[in-house]
Nanobody, 124 residues
């Protein structure tokens, strides 16, 4: 059973920062790719960032590149999303997702395990 629990969301002013955390329960967490997605009401879930098991390969959506950083701590089974220079358009529910392969891309279909999400609201 794989459980993912996100935390760290909240309300922040534009230009501010937040750090999201994703805690995993599975023993084999370190083997698989992990990603962050986000979703706003009425829209499809959108890819944000992905990190593979070794943490040496990361991939970002163009909309967050240079502002967000994804990282992982395999020993403690956590993945983080550091979000800087936040904009109102970053407002969304952010989800952590785990794949079943070492490397995965930006499609939601590649990630069978999901957390419950954490709300991020950026005020202008």
């Amino acid at each position: 059973q794989v459980q993912l629990v996100e935390s760290g969301g909240g309300l922040v002013q534009a230009g501010g920062s937040l750090r999201l955390s994703c805690a995993a329960s599975a023993r084999t967490f370190s083997t698989y790719a992990v990603a962050w997605f986000r979703q706003t009401p009425g829209k499809e879930r959108e890819f944000v960032a992905r990190i593979i098991w070794s943490a040496q390969n990361t991939y970002y959506a163009d909309s967050v590149k240079g502002r967000f950083t994804i990282s992982r701590d395999n020993a403690n089974k956590n993945v983080y999303l550091q979000m800087n220079s936040l904009k109102p358009e970053d407002t969304a529910v952010y989800y952590c997702a785990r794949g079943n392969t070492v490397i995965a891309g930006s499609s939601t279909s590649e990630y069978p395990y999901w957390g419950q999400g954490t709300q991020v609201t950026v005020s202008s």
